[in-house]
């Protein structure tokens, strides 16, 4: 019942219109102001989950990111995959998520996922003739991988909230992202096979293909670096986000040459901002920890399900459907802030696999991202080509239920996320 009254009150708070820190902020100081009487204790809390190395990963890949957006190398990625799958049915959609998956490994995030690729397929892709619900949908999913290969901004949240290795979430969420990435191929193929986009176009020649792929190699061997590294235990998270900035400012200014003072001015800035807002809602989140921790809301909860008799699959299968949801109404910083403190010591007691949890968290808030009404990259493609927000969603439901099939499958198969980090040089 407590739990339920908070719930409501925190809604009530964020549909005034206060942004998440505020509201989030405001409904714990009032919570331990009635409960404990003062607030004293707070500057502790948010302190205490500021001080975390850890978030240094944070602003470093956001301006890793940026980087290699300024520098515009989206475009000779997607130039690559293009010529490399051309020749298959729907080979521009299969290019869109190729080009999608390897962005999504340099941004972490999935807007700019599918604000950078979307800029430069969906015209592409209608100059071709694809109707354009198969272009909205194709950039708007693959663009929800920016936040399932790592990096990913969600997983190093999550993983700081939850006190789970950053790095052993990013390796996690390898497998599955490539899997997501095949079924969404899959997809665009067979709907080209059934007359829903453009048959096949001619196979590129081998000159070609070396052509588009030595002009892509230096932004596609950023991905393996960071990766590996992390892998191989050469360095951490927050060490491969350092390493990531540093490859992609050399990638940009040596390589690419089209990486000025200017754009690095810009990129300076665009990571401060992000990195400012992130910082201020996860001291609001360390709030609202406190409050759910001094109210003994876990235990409450646990102790309903215990006397319920629910499992852990039964746990998680009641969580993912309260988060996909929540994740019609709320965007996935406020998901992960307002459920990660209530679920994880529920999740302790019945054994849950946090690394496995973080997986399947990561894939509904792929959900979130194209489910209406407040699904962020629908508004994105929205804003690139100014198409109906009804057509939009005419063409991403498919891939709704795409997404919710993998989760079934990694829900079914722990070790599609769990084999690689179980098998990581430095362990989890």
């Known amino acids: 019942m407590i739990l339920t009254l908070i719930l409501l009150g925190l809604g009530v708070l964020l549909l005034t219109g206060l942004p998440l820190f505020a509201g989030l902020g405001l409904a714990s100081i009032l919570i331990i102001w009635v409960v404990e009487g003062h607030t004293g204790g707070l500057g502790d809390v948010v302190f205490g ?77 209608r100059q071709y003739g694809y109707p354009a619900r198969v272009a909205y949908g194709v950039v708007a999913a693959g663009g929800t991988l920016g936040i399932l290969i790592p990096p990913s901004g969600p997983m190093v949240l999550y993983g700081v909230i939850s006190d789970t290795s950053i790095s052993a979430l990013f390796i996690a969420g390898v497998v599955p992202g490539l899997m997501m990435a095949a079924i969404f191929a899959v997809f665009c193929m067979v709907q080209a096979a059934l007359g829903k986009g453009l048959a ?69 800035h665009d990571t401060v901002r992000t990195s400012a807002m992130l910082f201020m809602i996860l ?26 008799g629910v499992g852990p699959i039964e746990f998680i299968l009641a969580v993912m459907l309260v988060i996909f949801i929540l994740g019609m109404f709320l965007e996935t910083i406020s998901i992960i802030l307002i459920t990660t403190p209530i679920v994880l010591p529920v999740m302790q007691a019945l054994q849950i696999d946090p690394i496995w949890y973080g ?6 808030l792929e959900l979130a991202l194209i489910t209406p009404p407040v699904g962020m990259n629908l508004f994105v493609i929205k804003g690139i080509t100014q198409a109906p927000l009804w057509e939009i969603v005419a063409g991403v439901l498919p891939y709704v239920g795409l997404l919710i099939l993998g989760l079934l499958i990694v829900l079914a198969f722990p070790e599609l996320a769990l084999w690689l980090p179980h098998t990581m040089a430095y362990g989890r």
Not at 76 to 93: K, T
Not at 226 to 251: P, R
Not at 359 to 364: H, K, S
Request: charged share 10%.
């Open 49 to 125: 989950s500021l001080s975390n190395y850890q978030l240094v990963a944070i602003p470093l890949f956001a301006f890793m990111a940026q980087i290699m957006i300024k520098a515009k190398v989206v475009d000779d990625l997607y130039a690559a995959a293009h010529v490399l799958v051309r020749h298959l049915p729907g080979g521009l959609g299969v290019a869109t998520v190729l080009s999608c998956t390897v962005f999504a490994a340099i941004s972490g995030s999935s807007v700019a996922t599918a604000l950078t690729i979307g800029a430069s397929a969906i015209p592409q892709m």
């Open 200 to 268: 096949r176009m001619p196979r590129a020649s081998l000159k070609e293909c070396a052509t588009a792929i030595r002009r892509a190699f230096w932004a596609l061997i950023l991905p393996p670096i960071v990766l590996v590294g992390m892998y191989a235990g050469v360095f951490t998270a927050t060490e491969a986000a350092g390493v990531g900035a540093i490859a992609a400012l050399l990638i940009a200014t040596l390589a690419y040459r089209r990486f000025g003072w200017a754009d690095f001015y810009e990129s300076a």
């Open 283 to 308: 001291a609001a989140a360390a709030m609202f920890g406190h409050v759910v921790t001094i109210l003994r809301l876990p235990a409450a909860l646990l102790t309903t399900l215990t006397s319920l």
């Open 359 to 364: 997986v399947l968290l990561t894939i509904n």
